[in-house]
């Protein structure tokens, strides 16, 4: 066996999209216990060689076993016993058959022979110099010292004493190369990996050699002496021997720090010279990002940085990179500290002052000797002294909050423990840091025994989140106090009944003075509110602090008894010297001027705070200045912190968003005076001057004046309305606004493929200038019309690098299976002319208008011209004709003949003779030879020579007989020599043939055939090419965005350097062909489901894999994956998201190509490049190489499965899918949390790693391993998640991308356009965050898809649009945003991570930016694809997560600062857009309550009958106006609106006006309404509660039939339970109200009876087969099996009603006291119903208590109740009692009780006047008391189980449950009767489905089940 090839070993993924897979068995040799994991080497080599040599491989195997055994003898690890059980078992039954194949003798000759074997055939012939590869090389000397450590382990067993020296030799050789090939990332940083191309680009050249400049440094002796010898150490290794930093960590940001000092050297202007020496620019630039933020901090405390600089030359540089290094290995080996970016400049201060103190030789006083590092520089110091000690008190606090649970002000999250190191205290911790500062009281008493003491805490110290409604008022002061003072005015000039003209008469005036006294009542609540809520902080806090606190409520509250004394007391009773002051002020008569100077001086800093607004930079100026006189007065105006200073805008942007907030507020305000306060006054008045008032209940007061309890009832939903309705003019206003930005920013002027076609000439030179990069750069700017230059034909490059990429695009089109392979060719370009599609039909239309034109030559050819591409396709056609014959004639004589009639032709036309010389009759018989012969030449078959020949001469005759006019001499002659030579033309002989047939096939050849038979043959117009409605739309979007204003791009080489990080939790990457095929209930799979969805996109899919039907994809293994892959990339799956990631790469590639190839390389086409030779895959110095190099140097994709190493080890199958994407994309990398178990002292204990690996060779390979100090999940799972990957990320952005995310190639070719933003004029500051719109690709699968999808959309563009210009409050909303990377990790990471607080995690980033002097922008050229949830309850479950995060964010710090921080019309923009959103939404549900709460009161009081006497209807106008107000938003109109308006712009608003209507008949305003409930409800009880939890949504397609079970769990107390309370609260006010008719009536509660509707019946509505018969049975027994199901530890929630019930008030056991009496007080609404209805009862109206109104007559109607407590105790008592052994006694129990009953009733209607009506009315009175009892006990669950009555609440609770699940079911089971409405829902959900002619009916029927 000479040439050995080991297998696997030298099949080479190829970078093309071909699919590598393997079977599940991949993991054998990795599901190895995390205790043994060096083993796995072994046993990965062990398969790989097992088919080659089954005892090698066998005795790899038994070694493994030893050392398995060796490791853990007792087998105590974690899953080791079964392993070595396993592996023992396998070595049993290999040993005979293995033995049977040995080729040698003995084990150890068979385990040499094979060693030397492998080493001189496979390892010395890779290892070829500069030609090896290098990944290859380094697993070939891995393996061979693995079998080399395997093969002495195999003499030593077989006392083999010597072994050949040429072995010995080979493994001196393999252990020292071993040293040298170690795995890398991106640049292969050793000896070996100098020649690799990515080495050889001047930048890394320069950076590399800057790192490794050592000179001068002093190197501790005992450090790595080998390689010091060698010169192989560079900075960061020094770094690593004086602090201790990981061997890993320091090769990870080795490589970090020259690819950012690379990337910025490269980019210099002008050029430095020379190329390859490290400019000291670039290194400034890195330098001053990455210091900033420390520089800062710096300041901020009053220190001097650390940063000194040497004073020689040649040592700056040396010094610079050092620190940057010390910055990066510090924040690279951070862990959990990463996300408190400010204790890391502490940490990195001390370390950079010990750095300096080392270089410049410093001496301790001490001890006299030279200063050493305080930590030390031994292995693992920094990680183990440093970081660790941190971490454990950032692990303490955050057990401390139980899972979330306990409150926030319990413990210390991230932020806190960060704030710690914002006050100059935390320099008292020292350096080594003091175990006994303060920092560290959490962690003190670890390891001592448990004191009763409770354990100390470092403590709150600015902020405290507690759980309040309050936060809302002291967050947004401002706002509320300036609503407030604007609802007093309005009041008062309505009240007064002024017109506007009048409001400065001085009464009105003196009136409206009194608003500064509210102003300062106010203020004095505010300061309270800073005081009570940040007390638990106190032990905290500084002595300047409490006095800031105190004074300011002091102060406060002394002005408002000053301006009140003012304002009430006259003039009298001041001294006389202050009146003579006063006496100016004296004609304003009726004021008293003391109160006029009083509120001058109160004004006097509101005066100087709006020259600070006018002046946005002066304001700046002052936040960041050090002057003490300053930090006084901001002292006392803010208490100075870190963060949020200085954020102010230009003056510019300050005026458009002032703007904008002023007319937006005058609308409102002028809305809110004419229609609902000014027509209030009148009812008001005319109610409170009503007397004697006939009460219908017991009044407690009844001599009350004026009626108060009516006009609050009245005013109160009104009042509500005016906070709540500027959310709605907010979304008129941005509508506009936004619409209008939009068609400015030139959105939807390309949005048909009829608008493309008429564009389509001017998109080569649209593309040339966005997409190709010119020296010269142009500024931006607008203008009304975009023009570009023609590219002309000469300019024959640019013109093909358009049609390069054009044709790349089309290509991925048809990979994705939108076009077939028909449509490809007629969408592609040949250089120089236009695709097919366009040309498509205009040949046959011209040659049928030549044919029948009998004009002037000009004629035609004007009508030809007419159309530009008409014009185009005759004249490629002719060009194509004169090339084919060319190519295909070479006989002398036909050629003259041709060249003869060409000749002829061609004079004619420039003579304009051409129609009088030629009949045009015969042309159709000519160009149907024509066609023939282009067939012919298609197909290329040389047995039809004869019949070309044929053609030929048939083409000649009717040329020369047929059209021509006038005989040509020469021709007769030609003619005549061929007679006399006797041979006939075109046939030639052999010796001289004629013709050339078959031609020479070159690609080139091919494409112009295809081409021309195209334009020929297409009769059909190509309008409706592509006929896939997503192709469309990306090439629609595609093209319109070339005509949108972005930056002009750099080379490929100078742009900015970007990664992409992906979380990755277990959710799908690949279906598995089970996944597909597996049916549910209704017989649907996956596969069938999607063939129905995409069915164009399937049979694209057949015709690719070239098969019939499915049963031939299924029948091959590669066609199944294949299917897979097809399936996975129509879901929301991690395969979808890499490849669309992985285009970015494919982009950077081409662009690299068509910048860096010569021209003729680009004529020759990027195909050519893409398909190298062997030879070129070798060479470094080929294009090929080159192009990959540049693209790695670009670009970085890291995919943070955290999870993966535990999959791989448990055989997962996901662990495959992962490994196949690493695979399928070699420049993939994925980063996980190994947990390892180790063994120190004979204990064992997890220990944790970031990992990264990468595919090599069909396996996974490890780069690095870094080591943590605990596990990394301490707070939410994602951003921990991203946090520990993102030292693995590179570049100066940042992309944070989803996993349900997808990219398209079109769109990443404009990457570095945006990412040119960042160097882009973007106002102050330059931008932190660059927004990206996003397209949602689930809208087709239902109609709730489509609304959600809709709104979605409306909400990444139009919304976002608006938030970041005019209004400059956009945040980071999730997914396709790109950071500024250096400013993210120097300033906490892209997301915060706190437990809880940050439910939200992503929009914190964009707060945390904001904060910290960052800017988001918004564009708009660019999208990424998104998915989103599709079925009801996973948008439910979506809009729970959003609103519970909303809830947290209420109480966060991050909100309050803003709200503080920014100006005044900032705040508003700030305040609508985020929480506001939602307590518009809490407010619009509050408004129908107090509404049907105040008309019951007024109802059941009797005050309305005595009202309507006097008052009549007046008040109910503006209460329309109101409720008008409350149902706009209710109906969804502030999503509708943008959608409108966004639809209406990019698709136009014909189909925007289309879209909605068929929205509102699908009844998107139930889902609107439904949605808005869930906001509601999540948003309120996480205030109050918490119990906020990230909620996983699925992603799943979901059509499937919800159980009514499971959406009565899901909806029960969000939306049932509240639409039950109105629909009470409804019919009660039918019943008892008498102030309206039924149509007044109708119009008012129209909005709250479709609520309740809504609420009730959306989840049924939107179920698929909700109305379906056989369902609703099956779904009855499921509901009612649950119902009487009974709980226990261990029950889930979804299979017994008791579990789910003391789920559900899981959030009451962990709120506060506060939380529980609100809880009570909110119940006690429920006791008006009883309290008003016993009066209306007939027998007590016949009674005489009754009639006296007695309150006794209430006190009776508890009786009823205790009664019904009593007789249903007696029943489940006796049940307990007697049930088992006294049947007989219990019965008889139960039939007393009954006849008792009976009886009681029967004496109460004969005697008391009882009615039927009565009985009714009684449930309507005492089923609220009951609920109200069962919420109380509830709220006081520990009391109420203290005196056993819990088990009674449970039943009473159950009885309810019941009675509601049948309320709610009735109406759905007798829809269910009528077959109609089955169908008529079907309609309703998959409308968007049936449009597209979909099978949506069989797909719920079951159509599998059919087939």
């Given at each position: ?927 149907q030879k024509f066609v023939e012969l282009v067939v012919i030449l298609k197909d290329s078959d040389p047995s039809k020579q ?122 799908e990457t690949v279906y598995s062909k089970a996944d597909l095929e597996m049916e549910n209930e209704d017989g649907v799979s ?649 009066y209306q009862l007939n027998i007590s109206k016949a009674s005489r208590l009754g009639q006296q109104r007695s309150i006794i ?155």
């Open positions: 066996m000479t040439n050995l090839d080991p297998p696997g070993l030298l099949r080479r993924p190829s970078r093309s999209a071909a699919m590598t897979t393997f079977s599940t068995e991949v993991f054998d040799s990795e599901v190895v216990p995390s205790s043994l994991s060096s083993i796995t080497p072994i046993l990965r080599i062990a398969k790989e060689i097992e088919h080659e040599r089954p005892r090698v491989a066998y005795l790899c195997r038994f070694y493994a076993f030893e050392k398995a055994h060796r490791l853990d003898q007792s087998s105590s690890g974690r899953g080791v016993r079964q392993f070595k059980t396993g592996l023992l078992q396998r070595l049993e039954r290999d040993n005979a058959s293995s033995l049977a194949s040995r080729v040698k003798k003995t084990d150890a000759r068979e385990i040499e022979s094979y060693y030397q074997q492998y080493y001189e055939n496979y390892v010395r012939a890779l290892d070829q110099g500069e030609q090896a590869d290098r990944a290859q090389l380094g697993k070939a000397y891995q393996t061979a010292g693995v079998l080399f450590e395997v093969l002495c382990a195999v003499n030593k067993t077989e006392k083999v004493e010597e072994v050949a020296p040429e072995i010995i030799a080979a493994a001196r050789d393999v252990q020292e190369k071993k040293e040298i090939y170690t795995p890398y990332n991106i640049l292969p940083l050793d000896i070996a990996g100098a020649s690799q191309s990515i080495m050889q680009l001047e930048e890394v050249k320069a950076a590399v050699a800057a790192m490794w400049n050592t000179r001068g440094l002093n190197w501790p002796a005992a450090f790595e002496q080998q390689r010091q010898k060698s010169g192989d150490l560079d900075l960061l290794d020094w770094l690593r021997a004086m602090f201790g930093f990981q061997k890993d960590n320091v090769r990870n940001q080795r490589e970090h720090l020259i690819l950012l000092l690379a990337n910025n050297h490269i980019r210099l202007h002008p050029k430095p010279e020379p190329l390859n020496k490290l400019d000291e620019r670039a290194v400034d630039v890195v330098k001053s990002k990455l210091f900033k933020n420390y520089k800062k901090w710096c300041k901020f405390l009053g220190r001097k940085h650390s940063l000194r600089l040497p004073q020689g030359v040649q040592e700056i540089q040396q010094r610079k990179i050092l620190y940057m290094g010390l910055y990066l290995l510090i924040w690279g080996e951070a862990a959990n500290v990463r996300l408190m970016p400010e204790c890391q400049c502490y940490i990195f201060h001390n370390m950079a002052y010990e750095l300096h103190g080392l270089l410049a030789g410093n001496v301790s006083i001490v001890t006299g000797e030279n200063i050493k590092p305080s930590y030390g520089g031994d292995d693992e110091a920094f990680l183990r002294k440093v970081i660790t000690p941190l971490y454990r008190v950032i692990e303490k606090e955050a057990q401390k909050s139980q899972n979330g649970k306990a409150s926030h002000s319990a413990w210390c999250n991230y932020d806190d423990l960060n704030e710690y190191f914002w006050s100059p205290d935390c320099f008292s911790l020292g350096w080594p840091m003091r175990d006994d500062g303060d920092f560290f009281k959490s962690t003190r008493d670890v390891g001592k025994k448990p004191s009763s003491k409770k354990p100390e805490s470092t403590g709150k110290s600015n902020f405290i989140e507690i759980r309040t409604f309050w936060h809302i008022f002291h967050s947004f002061d401002r706002f509320w106090t300036f609503y407030i003072l604007a609802l007093q005015v309005l009041i008062i000039i309505a009240w007064n009944g002024v017109s506007i003209k009048e409001i400065f008469r001085k009464d009105i005036l003196y009136y409206m003075s009194s608003i500064f006294i509210t102003a300062g009542l106010l203020r004095f609540i505010q300061c309270l509110l800073d005081l009570v809520l940040n007390f638990p902080g106190f032990h905290r806090w500084k002595f300047n602090d409490v006095l800031r606190k105190i004074l300011k409520i002091i102060v406060s509250l002394v002005w408002v008894v000053i301006l009140l004394m003012c304002y009430v007391h006259s003039f009298s009773f001041a001294p006389g010297k202050i009146k003579d002051v006063l006496s100016f002020l004296r004609q304003v008569k009726g004021i008293p001027p003391l109160y006029i100077m009083a509120v001058a001086l109160y004004l006097l800093p509101n005066l100087l705070a709006s020259v600070l607004f006018i002046f946005p930079m002066l304001r700046r100026w002052i936040e960041n200045s050090d002057w003490l006189i300053i930090r006084f007065l901001l002292w006392w105006s803010q208490p100075r912190i870190y963060i949020g200073r200085g954020m102010h805008e230009s003056q510019f942007a300050l005026f458009k968003y002032t703007l904008f907030w002023v007319l937006l507020l005058c609308a409102k305000f002028a809305f809110s005076y004419f229609f609902q306060i000014k027509p209030l006054v009148k009812p008001t008045k005319d109610i409170m001057n009503i007397r004697h008032v006939t009460y219908a209940w017991h009044e407690f007061f009844p001599n009350a004046e004026h009626n108060y309890g009516a006009v609050v009832s009245l005013w109160a939903p009104v009042i509500l309305v005016y906070f709540m309705d500027t959310q709605i003019w907010y979304a008129v206003f941005s509508t506009l606004y936004g619409g209008f930005i939009g068609a400015f920013d030139r959105l939807g002027e390309i949005r048909t493929l009829g608008m493309l076609r008429s564009r389509f000439q001017s998109l080569p030179g649209a593309f040339n200038t966005y997409l190709v990069p010119s020296d010269t750069s142009k500024k931006r700017g607008f203008s009304l019309s975009k023009r570009f230059a023609e590219v002309t034909a000469s300019r024959r490059s640019e013109a093909a690098k358009f049609a390069q990429l054009w044709n790349e695009i089309i290509s991925t089109f048809r990979e994705e299976d939108l076009i077939s392979d028909r449509k490809g060719p007629l969408l592609k370009i040949v250089i120089s002319s236009w695709p097919p599609f366009l040309l498509a039909s205009k040949i046959p239309i011209a040659l049928d208008m030549a044919a029948q034109f009998r004009s002037k030559d000009s004629d035609l050819w004007k009508r030809i011209c007419a159309d530009e591409y008409m014009k185009c396709a005759v004249i490629e056609c002719y060009e194509s004709f004169k090339f084919i014959l060319n190519t295909l004639v070479v006989g002398e004589n036909e050629k003259r003949i041709i060249g003869i009639i060409i000749k002829e032709v061609e004079s004619n036309i420039s003579k304009n003779m051409f129609l009088s010389n030629f009949r045009m009759t015969p042309l159709p018989i000519l160009i004869n019949a070309v020949v044929l053609l030929l001469q048939d083409m000649l005759e009717v040329v020369t007989r047929d059209m021509m006019v006038n005989e040509i001499c020469e021709l007769v002659e030609l003619g005549h020599s061929n007679k006399e030579s006797g041979s006939q033309l075109f046939a030639g002989t052999d010796a001289k043939p004629a013709i050339l047939f078959p031609p020479v096939v070159t690609a080139h050849w091919e494409e112009q055939i295809r081409r021309l038979h195209l334009l020929l043959t297409t009769k059909e117009s190509a309008i409706d090419v592509p006929t896939n409605l997503e192709a469309r739309r990306r090439i629609a979007f595609f093209t319109n965005s070339l005509f949108m204003d972005m930056p002009r791009p750099p080379g490929v080489r100078k742009m900015l350097s970007f990664s992409v990080m992906t979380p990755y939790y277990s959710e996956i596969i069938y489901y999607l063939q129905k969805i995409f069915p164009d996109e399937w049979n694209n899919f057949l015709e690719r894999l070239d098969c019939k039907d499915d049963s031939e994809v299924l029948g091959n293994e590669e066609n199944v994956l294949h299917l897979r892959h097809w399936a996975s990339f129509r879901g929301q799956t991690l395969s979808r998201t890499v490849r669309g990631m992985m285009y970015y790469r494919r982009a950077l590639k081409l662009q690299a190509f068509l910048d860096m190839a010569c021209e003729k390389e680009i004529l020759e086409g990027y195909k050519a490049v893409l398909t190298p030779s062997e030879e070129d895959k070798k060479s470094h110095r080929s294009l090929y190489a080159q192009l990959e190099a540049v693209a790695d140097l670009k670009f970085t994709y890291v995919a943070t499965c955290q999870n993966y190493g535990n999959q791989k080890r448990n055989g997962d199958r996901r662990a495959t899918d992962i490994l196949n994407l690493m695979v399928n994309n070699p420049s993939l990398r994925v980063a996980y949390i190994d947990e390892v178990e180790e063994r120190e002292g004979g204990k064992a204990q997890k220990v944790y790693y970031s990992v990264l690996v990468r595919a090599i060779d069909n396996l996974d390979q490890e780069i690095y391993r870094i080591k943590l100090p605990g596990t990394a999940k301490l707070g939410e799972g994602k951003p921990e998640n991203q946090n520990h990957s993102i030292i693995f990320t590179r570049g100066e952005a940042l992309q944070a991308i989803d996993m349900n995310q997808d990219n398209y190639l079109e769109e990443a070719f404009k990457m570095r356009n945006l990412l040119e933003e960042f160097n882009e004029d973007h106002g102050v500051r330059p931008p932190t965050i660059l927004g990206v719109r996003e397209h949602i690709f689930t809208g087709s699968v239902s109609s709730l898809a489509w609304f959600m999808s809709n709104q979605e959309t409306s909400f990444v563009t139009i919304g976002q649009r608006v938030l970041a210009r005019p209004l400059k409050v956009r945040f980071h909303y999730g997914h396709p945003d790109v950071f500024d990377r250096i400013f993210h990790i120097t300033r906490g990471g892209i997301s915060k991570a706190s437990r809880g607080i940050n439910l939200s995690e992503d929009i914190f980033a964009g707060f945390n930016s904001t904060l910290r002097q960052g800017n988001v922008t918004h564009h708009e050229y660019i999208q990424v694809g998104k998915g989103r949830d599709v079925g009801l309850n996973q948008i439910s479950l979506f809009e729970a997560k959003v609103a519970c995060g909303n809830g947290e964010q209420t109480l966060s710090r991050d909100i309050y600062r803003l709200g503080h921080r920014f100006d005044f019309f900032r705040m508003l923009s700030c305040y609508f857009t985020t929480i506001g959103f939602y307590i518009s939404a809490v407010l619009v549900v509050l408004t129908v309550y107090l509404f049907l709460y105040g008309r019951l009161y007024m109802s059941l009081s009797g005050l309305e009958r005595s009202i309507v006497k006097v008052a009549s209807a007046r008040g109910d106008d503006p209460l329309k106006a109101a409720m008008a107000s409350q149902s706009l938003v209710q109906l969804g109109l502030l999503t509708t609106l943008p959608m409108v308006m966004e639809i209406g712009l990019e698709r136009g608003f014909r189909t925007a006006l289309g879209d909605i209507i068929i929205m509102q008949l699908q009844l998107a305003t139930v889902f609107f309404t439904f949605s808005l409930g869930t906001k509601v409800h999540y948003f309120g009880r996480t205030i109050l509660h918490g119990g906020a939890k990230y909620r996983a949504t699925g992603r799943g397609f979901v059509v499937r039939h919800e159980k009514f079970a499971e959406n009565y769990r899901m909806y029960s107390r969000s939306h049932f339970v509240k639409g039950l309370e109105l629909m009470v609260l409804l019919v009660c006010y039918r019943i008892y109200g008498s102030a309206s008719n039924s149509t007044a009536y109708l119009l008012l509660s129209f909005s709250m009876w479709f609520l309740v509707a809504s609420w009730l019946f959306a989840p049924f509505l939107f179920n698929p087969s909700g109305f379906e018969w056989q369902k609703i049975v099956d779904d009855w027994d499921d509901w009612t099996k649950w119902i009487n199901s009974r709980g226990g530890i261990g029950v889930p929630a979804n299979k017994s009603w008791e579990s789910w019930w003391d789920e559900e008030q899981e959030h009451l056991q962990h709120t506060g006291l506060l939380g529980r009496l609100l809880e009570i007080v909110l119940a006690l609404r429920f006791l008006v119903y009883q309290y008003g209805v016993v007559v209430y006190g009776l109607s508890w009786l009823v109740i205790v009664a019904v407590m009593i007789v249903l105790k007696i029943v489940s008592m006796g049940r307990k009692k007697f049930s088992a052994d006294f049947q007989l006694m219990f019965r008889l129990l139960k039939l007393f009780l009954f006849i008792g009953s009976v009886v009681t009733l029967g004496m109460l209607f004969y005697f008391l006047g009882l009615t039927v009506g009565d009985i009714f009315q009684s449930l309507l009175a005492f089923m609220p008391t009951g609920w109200a009892i069962l919420q109380i006990s509830q709220a006081c669950k520990p009391c109420v189980k203290g005196i056993g009555m819990w088990s009674s609440v449970k039943a009473l609770a159950r009885g309810y449950e019941y009675m509601m699940g049948v309320i709610i079911f009735a109406p759905v089971a007798v829809l269910a009767w009528f077959p109609f409405v089955t169908e008529f829902q079907t309609r309703l959900l998959f409308n968007q489905a049936f449009s597209r002619g979909l099978q949506i009916q069989r797909i719920l029927s079951g159509g599998k089940k059919q087939k």
